[in-house]
């Protein structure tokens, strides 16, 4: 939901920076101002900012000034960060406004009774961006994580200061098929005695529905079918605005807005249909890092992202493992490609945090644990449940699911994510197969897979024999579900050659991912492939990663290695 209507002060920038190593910013009073030479930019990542920053993880200090005009006096002032952490606190003028715990998810605070009207104002924001067991994804050290990617630090994604009236719309929940279906409701703040207008507009601006509606109970709603929509989809992605204007006496008192597609998205006798026709997920695995701006991918390159998705032939991938930037879900309604959105519950090497198995399996008793990833899915659909890319849910990555505790904590977010949202399938990544006991929880199967490489290293044939006798095993004991291959891929340095194709060269990345899809091809309950990864990242530092891990078809700065190539012709004769 964003505003073209709300005064708004971008706060993007150069701030003032400090670290914390010994944690004493808070009993010294740094909340109240700090002094410090550095400066870091604001949205990024603090990591490579500096290279004396670059492996630090800990407590830093941000802190901005900014003026605030007199006339915006009388309104309620909202502090939005569209993803900073791990965990944050955040002062303004010295007063606390509050904290929030993960990177990923928008946080909003209440910043009225702390603002000074016509004079500036000092935000200070402490981040702690330690890895922990009780912090999702759970690590115990910087290197040594459940999760292989690397724990970046700081404000991520934008900041703005944004004022509205008393009375503002506060949420907005959208459904629509491809038929034409509108259903809309929203939420008013202090809603008595106005009126709420729902407008749906097209791409040149022209109206194609309009109605008025009162805010009984603080909610207003319309159901309509709206006639002369196109559909949205990944060859035609038609989007329209749906806008809703706040009226009172003395007439608009807010606007709000949200992008939306006419589409349907359903699971149906182990096939998914998109729009009721069949579709095949054709795609990547993805991760939100770039050079110097760490988590942060600034809007170019996004861009350059999609374009050369678009260039290789995939209509879609999953948020691994996390839920994304607002700018990289707009890019996918833009541009058309479908989106697993998936929580931060990555447990990729979570067995092997423990010395004793029995605190492992406890971990997933622990109701706190399961309270924060519950947070972890309701503000992540929150932000994009009315997205028309957003097609399924993923409430986890690797999880050990073949103990029983682990398969009940799956169970337990699946059946949260389909009380908050019932429109979308809902799956995980499993990486224990046929060992799995919890793949009889979800909508689709999601299968991450890596015979030929990190088992039968060298065997590319082997590793295919291998992940065929898996799927088929699996699909024998859910036979009326529909399988995804998640993950799958092998690590190439760029420019390392060899013939034969050996490990870590690019004809063996090439060759092992060619295998892989042409194995799959032609076996029906397979319904997607998404290739591991789009770009070479960065990781935790270990014996098996040379700094990134390179699974990568691109590099780290988006150039093709020879399995991108290869991709682009094996995914033009996959079906659509």
């Known amino acids: 939901m964003r505003s073209p209507f709300r005064p708004k ?4 920038g150069f701030w003032r920076f400090k670290l914390d190593p010994r944690g004493e910013g808070e009993r010294e009073g740094w909340h109240r101002g700090f002094e410090s030479c550095d400066v870091v ?31 915006l006096e009388g309104k309620l002032a909202w502090l939005v960060f569209k993803g900073a952490g791990y965990h944050a606190r955040v002062w303004l003028n010295g007063e606390l406004l509050g904290e929030h715990e993960g990177s990923f998810t928008q946080f909003k605070l209440d910043a009225t009774r702390a603002v000074r009207f016509g004079d500036f104002n000092l935000l200070v924001v402490r981040i702690d961006n330690r890895v922990a067991l009780d912090r999702l994804p759970p690590g115990l050290s910087f290197n040594r994580t459940a999760f292989d990617f ?81 559909p949205w989809s990944p060859e035609e992605p038609n989007l329209y605005t749906l806008r809703v204007e706040l ?6 008192l807010d606007m709000v807005e949200e992008r939306v597609g006419f589409r349907s ?16 997920l054709k795609g990547f695995g993805r991760h939100e890092d770039f050079p110097v701006t760490g988590k942060h991918v600034p809007g170019a390159a996004l861009v350059r992202d999609f374009y050369l998705m678009k260039k290789l032939g995939a209509n879609s991938f999953r ?45 997933f008793k622990d109701p706190r644990i399961l309270e924060k990833a519950k947070a972890v899915l309701r ?41 908050l949202d019932p429109t979308r399938p809902v799956t995980f990544a499993s990486h224990r197969h046929s060992r799995d006991r919890a793949l009889g929880f979800v909508d689709v199967i999601s299968l991450n897979v890596y015979f030929g490489w990190y088992s039968e290293w060298g065997s590319i044939e082997e590793g295919v024999r291998r992940m065929l006798e898996e799927l088929k095993r699996v699909h024998e004991m859910h036979p009326d579900k529909p399988v995804l291959l998640a993950e799958f891929g092998a690590d190439a340095v760029a420019g390392v050659h060899w013939d ?29 492939v998404h290739v591991w990864n789009f770009a070479d990242f960065r990781t935790p530092q270990s014996p098996g990663r040379a700094v990134l891990n390179r699974k990568g078809v691109f590099t780290r700065d988006r150039q093709p290695k020879l399995a991108a190539h290869l991709v682009r012709d094996l995914f033009s004769r996959l079906p659509s």
């Open 9 to 12: 002060i971008e706060l993007s």
């Open 41 to 71: 930019y604001v949205p990024s990542s603090w990591n490579e900012q500096n290279p004396l920053w670059d492996g630090y993880d800990g407590v830093a200090w941000y802190s901005t000034s900014f003026y605030v005009r007199k006339e």
């Open 150 to 230: 690397l724990q970046y630090g700081g404000i991520h994604r934008p900041v703005y200061l944004e004022f509205t009236e008393r009375s503002y719309v506060d949420s907005l929940v959208v459904e629509t098929d491809h038929e034409g279906a509108l259903k809309a409701e929203a939420r008013v703040a202090n809603g008595a005695g106005l009126r709420a207008r729902f407008r749906l507009l097209d791409g040149r601006g022209a109206e194609l529905l309009s109605e008025e509606v009162g805010c009984d109970g603080g909610v207003a709603r319309v159901d309509r079918r709206v006639s002369g929509v196109k």
């Open 247 to 252: 009226l009172g006496e003395r007439g608009l």
């Open 265 to 280: 998205f359903k699971v149906e006798k182990g096939r998914v249909y998109l729009n009721e026709k069949p579709v095949y």
């Open 319 to 363: 948020t691994s493992h996390y839920p994304y930037s607002d700018e990289h879900l707009d890019l996918a309604d833009e541009m058309g490609f479908l989106v697993i959105l998936e929580s931060t519950v990555c447990l990729s090497g979570f067995t092997g945090l423990f010395s004793d198995q029995a605190k492992a399996r406890e971990w």
């Open 379 to 419: 503000e992540m659909i929150e932000q994009h449940r009315n997205r028309p890319s957003v097609v399924m849910y993923s409430v986890a990555n690797e999880p050990p699911t073949d103990w029983e505790e682990a398969a009940e904590f799956v169970r337990q977010l699946a059946e949260y994510v389909r009380s």
């Open 500 to 528: 034969p194709p050996v490990m870590w060269s690019e004809e063996y990345q090439a060759e092992l991912l060619k295998s892989y899809i042409e194995g799959v091809r032609g076996l029906e309950w397979v319904v997607g």
